[in-house]
């Protein structure tokens, strides 16, 4: 903030403070984000603004990056930022919930949908995740960057997301090694390998390459899956491949209790 506007003696949206903001993200976001949701045009706008806000953020940097500078980028003025975020802060956890939370809650919706394999499953989460984060500019390489740089109060926010994530991938990978589809490998250590590389391709994508997201994720998905699959090709019982999910579901229940 200028010091202009440090000088004033009204409060202005950017000195609110931590507790606050803490206490109110995500579900104020959540709150302004139906109401916008009736309004094609200014959704259209606000989403403009986090687009540019990640651009900024990851030139500059967040902390040298100002309400001002993304107004000025978007051709707006000041006050029309505050119609949608109160300061950069908000936009920040826009940008987080938007990068975190989606692509989790997206994850959640795949484990619940019957009749998929874990192989199906498992390669639409990879193909998914790697599409939409291939398509999605500066937003999740600005995440990837600024890391350590997140604000205290939006950690636990990021955290949650990337922890659903994971969650997910351990919980497919053990089903499909439960039912013989996957050969016998540590869980974690796989999912941490399956992320790791969908992850690391934001890192080196060109949109300007032969090859387009969709084709991308497609060979990590293959990558992914050979590594997984399973070289027995032996009959196995259903009855004990349910008994043992029901195991692992079990023991996912008793490790979410622990967490809360």
Not at 29 to 51: C, H, W, Y
Not at 102 to 109: A, G, H, K, V, Y
Request: hydrophobic share 40%.
């Amino acid at each position: 903030m200028n010091k202009t506007h440090s000088a004033r003696s009204t409060r202005e949206p950017e000195t609110i403070s931590s507790q606050e903001k803490t206490s109110e993200w995500p579900s104020a976001l959540r709150a302004r984000d139906a109401k916008l949701a009736t309004n094609p045009r200014r959704e259209l706008v606000r989403e403009q603004l986090i687009d540019i806000a990640a651009e900024l953020f990851d030139r500059k940097g967040y902390a040298q990056t100002s309400i001002n500078d993304i107004a000025k980028a978007l051709g707006l003025g000041r006050s029309a930022v505050y119609h949608y975020f109160r300061n950069k802060e908000e936009i920040l956890a826009a940008l987080v919930e938007a990068e975190a939370l989606t692509p989790s809650n997206l994850l959640r919706e795949l484990i619940e949908e019957t009749g998929l394999s874990a192989t199906e499953r498992l390669r639409r989460a990879v193909v998914d995740g790697i599409v939409r984060r291939l398509s999605s500019g500066a937003r999740f390489i600005l995440l990837s960057r600024l890391e350590t740089q997140i604000p205290e109060e939006l950690g636990p926010l990021y955290n949650l997301g990337r922890r659903h994530i994971y969650d997910f991938y351990v919980r497919c990978i053990s089903e499909g090694i439960a039912n013989g589809e996957f050969r016998e490998v540590d869980p974690k250590i796989a999912a941490f390998a399956v992320i790791g590389m969908a992850n690391w391709t934001s890192r080196w994508y060109s949109p300007s390459g032969p090859k387009t997201p969709v084709e991308i994720a497609d060979v990590i998905a293959d990558l992914a899956l050979q590594g997984l699959k399973s070289t027995n090709n032996q009959p196995y019982d259903p009855e004990e491949v349910r008994r043992r999910i029901d195991g692992l579901r079990q023991q996912i229940d008793v490790l979410e209790n622990l967490l809360k």
